[in-house]
């Protein structure tokens, strides 16, 4: 007994468990898309004669991008503006008639039927005009066409056909290019359909209303393991599950004030999906795993070491959290754990530890 009463207590770390709101996070692997990718096509056929931009720069809604041959196009405006010239002179020929008969047809000079006659023929001119100005409209709008120009203000990417190919019929009648407005961007990704019940529940839980469950923000994980600095927010859940994979599409956006994210991108978004009231976390080092089971050591107010099993949940950054085993205000072994053994008496030393939570598993 003297000789245990001389062996001096050791000094061991531990650590001092706290319950707190522990938010679990999931990640999900996504990819970027423009707010607005909108494909650029040729409306009309015929040769491509200029580019007017330089591929992936910024376009503004408006500008010029392409010019194709117009003179062909051309041409039938000029005859189609003979033929309007020509069905306005008919008409104006065919109203003097009618002016003229209109006085001798009350005089009885002439007939009813020389008096419908003249005023059908009028009308008919009339239709002949407008029938022409239509067909005018139609080559202005044609020749219009050749001008393409961008719908939007974006991106522009690199183009798919070159000065002299021959645009807007086979074999070229593909999108010549796309326009991409990324001062907001999307990101689609897949969630399960357990995974989306388990959201869904979360969600009621913080908002019963429903109104402003698509505003919980969302983390951006890009592909160096920075966060992206914004937030985002869910702005579109699928109408179904697909059968075939079990997984429903979600689109949430991001700001992109600084165009850093591009169409076309992956990243992972990172969702908070459910909020454990008065959790426990632990360092994983605290843990022993043997087998699949997990036990830590704990000190007791005698200062006692006692191995006890516990189960775990989720990893949280270098953290467990522990679900069933540990109560808030003990002290467990932090370091040293195979210098202590059952029933030992230690000096526990407390370190300040605090818990990231914040961080995904």
Known sequence: EKEQSQIPVPDIPV???KSQDVPIHREYVGQIFGFKDIG?????EGYLEVIHFEEGSRVEKGVLLYTLESQPIEEKVAASESVVAGAEFSRAEAQSYLNRIKPLAKQKAVSESDLDSAQAKYDTSVEMVNAARASLRAVQIQLSYTE???PVSGIIGKTKAKVGDFVGRAPNTITLNTVSRIDTVLVEFFITETEYLRY???LSQIDPTGQDREEVPLDLILVDGSV??????VDFIDRGVDPSTGALLIQASF???DKLLRPGQFAKIRARVQVVEDGILIPQRCVVELQGLYSVYVVDQNNKVKQREIKVG?????FWLVTQGLQSGEMVVYEGLQKVRDKMTVNPVIQKIQPIIEESE
Request: no cysteine.
């Open 15 to 17: 650590f001092e468990t």
């Open 40 to 44: 650029i096509k040729a409306r009309v």
């Open 148 to 150: 393409i120009r961008s």
């Open 200 to 202: 869904s529940r979360y």
């Open 228 to 233: 992206y600095e914004h937030k985002g927010q």
């Open 255 to 257: 700001p992109n004030p």
């Open 314 to 318: 989720s990893q949280i950054g270098q």
